[in-house]
Nanobody, 125 residues
Framework: VQLVESGGGLVQAGGSLRLSCLVPGRRFRQYAMGWFRQAPGEVRKFVASILWNEPNIHYADSVKGRFTISRDNAKNTVYLQMNSLKPEDTAVYYC???????????????????WGQGTQVTVSL
């Protein structure tokens, strides 16, 4: 199973991007999905996760109020809407599928077993 991310690119500070992640398989809706990011020279960090809907949606403090994670189970796709982007949001963004069905994936990489290849997001001044 390969997750396929898209939607990255170059944007000016204050702009918006929407990332998409297509998840093959018929059991997509049973699993939480997460977004992580890795900036140059840094470890990969948690951004957001979603199981089904509130209250099972979580964000890193650094993106709260600016990013929104959502999912369309009919399309097997999870999204990350990123608004008010800042240069410090520059990173490779990865989507990931939780390892266990029916539970939140959490903020640790160990909670996820399948990852996408990553999509670059660059925010310029």
């Amino acid at each position: 199973v390969q997750l396929v991310e898209s939607g990255g690119g170059l944007v000016q500070a204050g702009g918006s991007l929407r990332l998409s992640c297509l998840v093959p398989g018929r059991r997509f809706r049973q699993y939480a999905m997460g977004w992580f990011r890795q900036a140059p020279g840094e470890v990969r960090k948690f951004v957001a996760s979603i199981l089904w809907n509130e209250p099972n949606i979580h964000y890193a403090d650094s993106v709260k109020g600016r990013f929104t994670i959502s999912r369309d189970n009919a399309k097997n796709t999870v999204y990350l809407q990123m608004n008010s982007l800042k240069p410090e949001d520059t990173a490779v963004y990865y989507c990931a599928k939780s390892e266990i069905a029916g539970v939140t994936g959490g903020a640790e990489e160990s909670g996820y077993d399948i990852w996408g290849q990553g999509t670059q997001v660059t925010v310029s001044l």
